[in-house]
């Protein structure tokens, strides 16, 4: 039986690394004439034999090069990558971007996204927060016109819903504040899955009675806006990335590929079954059959410590690990900063 030593090692490294970057299969006289082997093309080709043999390396029909298989790619990433370091101008730009976005979760999770395609050039996602996880801020209520009001909830996370109200009954300014300190004074600080639970008109018509018909105009919309604020929320970007990339340059392929992350739910699940941190997964390792050609790079970002939502890229197995991880980290790490640094910042509390 074959063993990885040194040498294989180092040839195994170049040619990932030069088909990641090319995208054209690699043979022995490539690899002696860009990198410094110290050693022959023949020796290159029979070290080459053996890592096919061993399952790093396939050979594609058309060429007399080699491609690394996702066996390669797993040991590439995990033992042979050098992680790519961004400039000081990039983190710059990057945390300056995200800083300047920061209002409410889901923009910044769209931008999030947003910036990561335009950053790797490929398709990338953002996930709102987990439901269980979301605890009430405040509720604000706001008026509009005589019979219009918006209705405001934060969540802990970040989250915001607005919804704008139409009313049965009329109302006034002082109505409207008393009923949003009610509701925000007795939950606060609860799950939204367990404020669900409550009988909130109840509460109300046995605390104020003054209260009671506004209540009744308003809690059932409050009750369909925690709903709705339960769902998980997925943004994609770059979809038309693909078409850029070779390996999608099969028409049925690219379908198939666009297909599969417009199956929003499915995709979502996916996510959110995924472990903590940074998670990649290669080819056969991704559970869902239809991504087995691909590469899915995820991680998690926080706020006040708890996690919240996942950003990451998909696209194929011949992807650029170091720069694509490095970006993600960095951009996971300041939507965590940019909300540490605007804790606090409240419209009514």
């Known amino acids: 039986m074959m063993e990885m030593n040194e040498r294989k090692l180092k040839i195994l490294q170049a040619i990932v690394s030069d088909f990641i970057h090319s995208a054209e299969p690699v043979g022995s006289r490539t690899l002696s004439r860009k990198y410094d082997m110290g050693i022959s093309p023949a020796t290159i080709r029979n070290e080459m034999s053996d890592l096919e043999e061993m399952g790093y390396l396939t050979h594609p029909h058309t060429s007399a090069g080699r491609v690394p298989s996702a066996k390669a790619y797993r ?33 910044v999770a769209a931008y999030a996204a947003s910036l990561l395609s335009e950053l790797t050039n490929l398709t990338s996602f953002a996930t709102t927060p987990v439901p269980q996880e979301e605890r009430l801020r405040y509720v604000n209520l706001l008026p509009a016109d005589e019979r219009t009001v918006v209705l405001m909830i934060v969540a802990e996370s970040g989250k915001v819903s607005n919804t704008v109200l139409r009313l049965q009954v009329p109302y006034t300014e002082e ?39 506004l209540a009744e105009n308003i809690v059932p919309n409050f009750v ?113 900063k940019a909300f540490e640094l605007t804790e606090g910042d409240e419209h009514y509390e």
């Open 175 to 213: 109505n409207l504040s008393l009923l949003s300190k009610v509701i925000t004074h007795n939950y606060k600080g609860k799950a939204l899955s367990d404020i669900l639970t409550q009988d909130i008109i109840q509460l109300i018509h046995s605390d104020m009675a003054a209260l009671s018909q």
């Open 224 to 336: 369909s806006t925690l709903e709705n604020m339960l769902n998980v929320d997925l943004y994609m970007d770059g979809l038309t990335n693909i078409f850029s990339i070779p390996e999608y340059n099969d028409i049925d392929k690219a379908r198939m590929f666009l297909e599969m992350v417009n199956r929003k739910k499915d995709f979502t699940d996916v996510l959110l079954h995924r472990d903590n941190g940074v998670i990649i997964t290669i080819g056969e390792e991704n559970d869902d059959e239809v991504m087995k050609d691909c590469s899915l790079i995820t991680a998690t970002y926080r706020i006040n410590g708890k996690l919240v939502g996942k950003l990451g890229v998909i696209g194929p197995t011949r992807m650029k690990y170091d720069e694509v991880t490095s970006v993600i980290e960095y951009l996971t790490d300041n939507i965590t």
């Open 75 to 107: 040991m590439y990433v995990d033992d042979l990558m050098k992680k790519k370091e961004l400039n000081e101008e990039e983190k710059m730009a990057i945390a300056g971007r995200i800083r300047s976005n920061v209002s409410e979760l889901e923009k």
